[in-house]
């Protein structure tokens, strides 16, 4: 049991710390990165350049292993086409990243930092999962 949970704490603690050490925790830093033609704070990336770097490496190993070091399998995406619901669904991640300032794991990760201010966009985002889920469910 413990085998199971452990990578998945500890792959999530390190995450969560790695994006508050990097300030993707601070809604208004992140604000000030994504206003690209007003007071544009361009320190966010180095964080995300730094993440980049990391998965490029990863990604060079990912071929050659015959599963995860903690899994049976890989779960890679396959689909390579872009369509009307992943151009809308990534539309609006972006909006609501420059309303808010978090997005979902940064948004986890302020739970600790500012428990009131994250909650409520946790649960802001929650909602709207289960709004998508409730929707394609119908349709």
Known sequence: MISRILPPLVS?????????????????RVRGFLDLFGAWDPTLAFVMGGAVIVMAIA???VPRMAHPLFAEKFA?????DLTPRLVGGSALFGIGWG?????????????????FSAAIFVV?????????RLVEGAG
């Open 99 to 115: 309303i808010a300032g978090l997005c979902p794991g940064p948004g986890v990760a302020a739970l600790v930092i500012e428990p």
């Open 124 to 132: 802001a985002m929650l909602a709207g999962m289960g709004l998508v």
């Open 59 to 61: 990604w060079r190993f």
């Open 12 to 28: 999530g603690t390190l995450f969560g710390a790695g994006l508050t050490l990097g300030g993707m925790t601070d809604p208004a």
């Open 76 to 80: 890679l995406p396959t689909r390579t």
